[in-house]
């Protein structure tokens, strides 16, 4: 069952939740993830995401294992809303390339784009930005589509 995609915003977002009812997960919100825009007839997000000295790896740029949850929050959230929020993507395959350092200080800026969404798998592509634009980082992402699990 296809059914159309729900736009985000940035209220709702900054009540803690994706969609209306579906919450920002943990990692999200400890990365300091913020709704930059949705274009859900592209399907393309963007997101920036904290990038606090915590983070730093000992080169003084952000961790690559952080870098790749920063991309991985940004499609995924784009993947629920894409499904108008009756799926949730379950990694299958998650694979980065670092490019640049990301940098401490600045946002990082993840823009997400769906690939191909079928039934019952996703393809997705994320790319990190310096605040001049530069691409830091890129990922590709396969994922399961599981229904969202009832909530009690």
């Not at 579906?22 to 997000?45: C, K, N, Q, T």
């Not at 730093?56 to 929020?85: E, F, H, K, R, W």
């Not at 800026?109 to 690939?115: F, G, K, P």
């Not at 634009?133 to 229904?147: F, W």
């Amino acid at each position: 069952m296809r059914s159309e995609p729900i736009q985000m915003n940035a209220e709702t977002w900054a009540t803690g939740q994706v969609l209306e009812g579906f919450p920002i997960a943990a990692i999200s919100v400890m990365l300091g993830a913020r709704l930059e825009s949705h274009d859900a007839e592209d399907g393309v997000l963007r997101v920036s995401f904290e990038t606090r000295p915590e983070f730093a790896n000992p080169a003084g740029v952000v961790n690559g294992g952080i870098v790749s949850a920063m991309l991985d929050d940004a499609m995924g959230p784009l993947v629920v809303a894409q499904t108008g929020g009756l799926k949730v993507p379950v990694s299958t395959d998650l694979h980065t390339s670092f490019l640049k350092g990301v940098p401490i200080g600045p946002r990082c800026l993840v823009e997400a784009r769906i690939e191909r969404l079928g039934r019952s798998v996703a393809f997705t592509s994320a790319v990190a930005f310096s605040e001049n634009g530069d691409v830091l980082a890129k990922a590709v992402h396969t994922a399961q589509l599981m229904d969202v699990p009832q909530r009690q």
